[in-house]
């Protein structure tokens, strides 16, 4: 009867246990798609000026309005706390930003908006190498649903660089979102590892070094801020905006959850761009990039159960 009355306990013990995790698991999980739909917002904002405005006052408008809105959220919520280790990874974290930004804009000049940011959106295989040899734990269902995203996004991105020669798919463009990618997943480790204390502080800390440099190249560059009014100037501050939330989200996930499953997830966001630029700029969406936009799909239902 004790036995039975243990067991009992036990296996309710169990449920409320798994019904917990699943409700974290859920919670982490919305906050990474919805990271991913930001994320892909701002490199649209950003992108879809290529060559009419400088990059380096498309990168100081987006930094400085991202770095105002983690001000104020961090203001409202009572969550901006700077600690001194956090700080000084956020600005190594932003230094590899800047980088990473700086080249995708410079791919983004060269290539089309959509295989632009599927390149770079190979950034997650840093993090998601780094969860690996970190040892943190990923399910079954979950490591299948991995594999199908990025066997969509190889789907989505692969055929294009096969773009006859004078395209305007360049392997220049290509290197360049290549070398975006390494510069955002290094980024992406370095601000996770210092976002423990203040995920706004964090963030605050990481813009600057992206706002200074920009700064610079814009005092010293002739002509840098021309073509930067009305609404240019209001969607790229706009782009900043979605910048921000989209990185709070992504970390508030990747501090709930498994950092290597939430950078998968975050990397949705080329199918985002794509289907603007479908939308906004008529870029239309190959078959290999509808054929992906179901599997990356089909990915995501497998991690989110």
Known sequence: MIRSAVQRVSRRQGEVERA??????TVYVILALSSAILLGLWKFGIGQFRGRISTYSVVLVSASS?????LLLGFTTSGLAFDRWDAYRGLIGG???VAGTIL?????ERGKLGVVTGVASASTLVPLTYSVLAGEPVSRLAACGIVVILAGLLTFYVPNMKAAAG???????IVMAA???LSWGVAIVVIDIGSRVSVTGTMFISQLPQIAF????VVVVTDSLRGLTGLPLAAIAGAGLALALGNVAFFTAANEGNIGVVSVIGSLSPIVVALLALAILGEQMVRSE???LLIVLAGTCLVVS
């Open 95 to 97: 230094a590899f930003n």
């Open 66 to 70: 991202a770095a105002v809105v983690y």
């Open 290 to 292: 509808r054929l992906a």
């Open 167 to 173: 395209a305007s798919n360049s392997k220049a463009a």
């Open 179 to 181: 070398a975006a990618a």
């Open 20 to 25: 917990v995790h699943g409700k974290v698991t």
């Open 214 to 217: 920009t700064l610079i190249m």
């Open 104 to 108: 995708v804009l410079k791919a983004f």
